[in-house]
């Protein structure tokens, strides 16, 4: 598995990591391979969120099941305060 070292660590993110870590009863290692899992997409992250889009786009397409004149939120209101 690759390494990754980063040097010229800012003081106060040194210790929020740590902090972080300590919480979560994890390494700092754990802490920062589990934030950057989160926050940096892999290409296998972004091609299922590409596929997700282009299935609510073609959703989107689709005429609504119910079709039909549907009263505005104002009418249901006036209908509410008529009984």
């Known amino acids: 598995m690759p390494a990754l070292y980063v040097q010229n660590v800012p003081e106060d993110l040194y210790k929020a990591l740590k902090q972080r ?6 390494s700092m290692a754990a802490e920062i ?3 950057l899992s989160a926050m940096v997409p892999t290409e ?3 091609e299922r969120r590409w596929a997700a889009h282009r299935r609510l ?3 989107q397409k689709q005429p609504s099941p119910s079709p039909g004149p549907f009263p505005t939120a104002e009418e249901m209101i006036r209908e509410d305060r008529q009984r």
């Open 44 to 46: 296998e992250a972004i």
């Open 21 to 26: 870590a300590r919480e979560r009863h994890t």
């Open 33 to 35: 391979i589990d934030i």
């Open 57 to 59: 786009s073609e959703r």
